[in-house]
């Protein structure tokens, strides 16, 4: 029989996986390494620490603990849906430039039953470009300017049943994502408005009071409709990133929308869910995924 070579390697398939390309000439044999029981969970690495027979794990993203067992519930929101939590989130939407009437999501009837009150939650990072930026746009065949939300430098407006609502304490345009939530309830009249799961302010309107928001309008994401489904203006585009745009139909109260912020993750709304919209891009919107 003949000699057998022996070639001791440097290293093994757990550390340098990528090195290790199948060979017929050679048999290759190791010893029992620490991480041969797989015992890093949810696509967790296992690194082996041969000295002390032991190993560790290095977690795939969203998972924690020392076998990658936990999820990570440690999502501080400062950074938005693209920084550590974008786990959560389910896919963004991108709107281009240049800006254009082409570029919009779109859902048609959106909303199944008259609303007297409303919350509204999404992140939202903009770009500051030429003019206002309307971001949502509800339009029914009695009144095209049902919902909007129209943001300039120096104010947001939102509106019902054409009615505004004028916010001038907020910023939007400073590069980074935000949280916001809106409510309405026609009980009052009244709106407030929340920035990063705080308070930030409430105004009173008093002609909503007892409005009713119509079903089976349209609503759009990037223009302002002038009719329903129609009437874009290039000068009202939105330019920016959109996550997690929910709709329920009451008011949430000041902890629900705080949980958000802190859990970094906004749930399905019962009248608009995010997920409906994966599928509704027009132009050169575009879906990315965590
Ligand atoms: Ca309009």
Redesign the pocket.
């Known amino acids: 029989m003949d000699n057998l070579l022996c070639e001791l390697l440097p290293s093994d398939h757990y550390t340098h996986s990528e090195k290790f390309i199948a060979n017929h000439l050679w048999y290759h044999y190791s010893i029992v390494s620490p991480c041969s029981k797989l015992p890093c969970q949810n696509n967790g690495t296992c690194v082996p620490l041969y000295r002390t027979n032991s190993y560790k794990c290095r977690c795939a993203k969203a998972y924690t603990g020392s076998h990658c067992e936990k999820v990570d519930n440690d999502c501080s929101c400062s950074s938005g849906p693209e920084g550590k939590q974008r786990c959560k989130i389910e896919y963004l939407m991108v709107f281009p430039e240049p800006r254009s009437t082409e570029n919009y999501a779109m859902k048609n009837p959106a909303i199944a039953s008259d609303l007297s009150q409303l919350s509204l939650c999404f992140f939202i990072k903009l770009v500051q470009d030429q003019g206002d930026q309307i971001f949502f746009?509800y339009?029914t065949k009695q009144q095209?300017?049902d919902v909007?939300i129209e943001i300039y430098p120096t104010q947001t407006d939102f509106y019902v049943g054409?009615e505004l609502f004028r916010f001038t304490s907020t910023n939007l345009y400073d590069d980074t994502w935000q949280h916001l939530c809106l409510t309405w309830a026609n009980t009052q009249g009244v709106t407030k408005l929340y920035k990063d799961g705080q308070f930030t302010g409430q105004e009173t309107n008093l002609a909503t009071k007892n409005y009713a928001l119509k079903a089976g309008g349209s609503l759009v994401l990037g223009q302002?409709?002038?009719?329903v489904g129609g009437?874009f203006d290039r000068n009202q585009t939105l330019h920016g990133r959109l996550a997690s745009v929910n709709m329920w139909d009451k008011v949430l109260s000041e902890s629900d929308i705080a949980a958000q912020y802190t859990n970094c993750s906004v749930p399905h709304g019962s009248v608009i869910n995010w997920s409906a919209f994966k599928n509704l891009t027009h132009g050169s919107v575009t879906v990315e995924e965590p």
């Open positions: 746009s339009a095209d300017n909007i054409n302002e409709q002038d009719s009437g």
